[in-house]
């Protein structure tokens, strides 16, 4: 039985042995913006969703979404309760424009206008860390032609970067 257990624990280990987000931030000058992206792993997500809606009584299936509708609103609603941008010392909300599938993980896209220069990014990420003890959350930030990262987790879950 030990070695079934071990052999289970082993397989799922290696099919995803880590939890891990990426955020990209890029400052596109020529349009005033900042354009965001968020990369999970679609399972990840899927479990977080579930045991934040665990009382609704409705399994979210984020790979094979019932209603893609409903699922935007719900991925959507999650990133602005989890992710937060200051930016030049202002808060900023931007804006959720969707997300798409790519094999087993999504990619969120999120933009704020208005921005002309990016002098200093204050970003706050709790994606998926009530969910996982181990979940990290790395974020690069592209600039005036410079890429600045920092890692967020569970004792760091806010930063600055600044160009």
């Known amino acids: 039985m030990h070695f079934i257990v071990s052999f289970f624990t082993s397989l799922l280990f290696a099919i995803h042995p880590f939890h891990i987000s990426v955020t990209s931030i890029y400052h596109a000058e020529e349009e005033n913006s900042l354009q965001i992206t968020v990369k999970l792993f679609a399972d990840d997500l899927e479990e977080a969703l579930n045991q934040n809606s665990a009382e609704a009584g409705a399994y979210i299936d984020v790979l094979n979404p ?28 931007p804006q959720y424009l969707g997300f798409e599938q790519e094999d087993l993980t999504m990619w969120c896209y999120l933009e704020t206008t208005s921005i002309s220069s990016l002098e200093k990014v204050k970003v706050q990420n709790t994606l998926l860390l009530n969910t996982f003890e181990d979940q ?23 930063d600055t970067i600044t160009f």
Do not use: C, W
Not at 136 to 158: C, D, E, F
């Open 136 to 158: 990290v959350n790395i974020v690069h930030v592209r600039a005036n032609g410079v890429v600045k990262s920092m890692k967020l987790a569970h004792n760091q879950t806010i």
């Open 66 to 93: 019932p209603n893609r509708a409903k699922l935007d609103s719900i991925v959507q609603d999650y990133l602005y309760q989890h992710v937060a941008f200051t930016v030049n010392e202002q808060p900023v909300q």
